[in-house]
């Protein structure tokens, strides 16, 4: 019996997308072929490595225990590849990447001028996309992400960290009864989300000391349409601080209670599957965000 490493990564792009269609989109071949790979890497090695049904194929236990191995057997040799054949080309091909609209508006586009004049042979697409997406069947090569990670089968670097606090406007603030304790927010219109409701739990401490869960009167779906409503008064939204500093500067919004906050230190993160790490595209682009953001 030998193994093809070429076999190794038809598995490897199987198991990640749990689909022998994706897999065949993701390697850009034909799903006959990765049918037959398969087929041939479970005859060689006398064992099944996935359950199929007709919507989803999953490993088994041996297709588990593989699936650990030959990611180390790729990346590896993926590593010599680039080490010998990249190392002296510049960057170039189409770069996909995917971030929630909030952060690609505020902390990704103001940058994309000075990456496209480091890069030229670089095409870069951005997906704004406010939803946890599926970065191969959306044939993504990197995302951002806010908050703690949940995808073992991705890797990430870390950009730094963000804080939320309570913001609303001038307006809002002199028509409304005066506010300068968490229990009277009760009697002020509170702007949140109507599907992440994880976010609707703000920065600070109820009577119990517990995180206060709100209840908003008006929500929505974008955290750039929430900062919209606030500027307009209609009343305190709970931000990301990279997404106000414009607002505060030109006085178009106001911290609120901001002697309560509580410091969170979400992280941000450059998030890619494994075989790319080391994609020449991906990796400046990774390098170029690391060196140029400046988050708390």
């Not at 919507?55 to 699936?67: F, K, S, Y």
């Not at 109820?206 to 606030?230: F, W, Y």
Request: aromatic share 8%; glycine share 4%.
């Amino acid at each position: 019996m030998k193994l093809k490493l070429s076999e190794l990564e038809v598995f490897v792009a199987v198991a990640e997308s749990s689909s022998f269609n994706l897999a065949a989109d993701r390697l850009d071949i034909a799903s006959s072929v990765v049918s037959r790979s398969i087929k041939k890497l479970e005859a060689d090695l006398e064992t099944t490595l996935f359950n199929r049904t007709t919507r989803r194929v999953t490993l088994t236990g041996e297709g588990a225990w593989l699936l650990d191995k030959a990611r180390h057997v790729s990346e590896d040799v993926v590593a010599i590849e680039h080490h010998f054949t990249q190392k002296h080309k510049q960057p170039r091909g189409r770069l996909t990447v995917d971030a929630a609209s909030s952060f690609a508006l505020h902390a990704i586009v103001p940058l994309l001028a000075e990456f496209t004049q480091l890069y030229p042979d670089v095409e870069v697409t951005l997906v704004s996309n406010d939803s946890i997406s599926d970065l191969i069947e959306r044939k993504v090569d990197v995302a951002i992400r806010v908050g703690l990670l949940s995808d073992s089968t991705l890797k990430a670097r870390k950009l730094g960290v963000t804080q939320r606090g309570l913001y609303a406007s001038p307006s809002y603030l002199k028509r409304v009864s005066y506010l300068d304790c968490i229990t009277q927010l009760s009697k002020h219109q509170c702007l949140g989300f109507d599907q992440y409701k994880s976010l609707n739990i703000w920065p600070l401490k109820d009577d119990n000391g517990e995180r206060l869960c709100i209840s908003p009167q008006v929500s929505s779906n974008s955290g750039e349409t929430l900062k919209q409503m606030a500027v307009n008064g209609l009343g305190i939204a709970c931000l990301s601080n990279f997404t106000v500093q414009q607002e505060l500067e030109s006085g178009l919004l106001e911290p609120v209670l901001k002697s309560f906050w509580e410091k969170e230190n979400i992280p941000i993160n450059a998030v890619f599957y494994s075989e790319r790490a080391l994609s020449p595209r991906v990796r400046v682009f990774i390098d170029f965000l690391v060196s140029r953001i400046k988050l708390s």
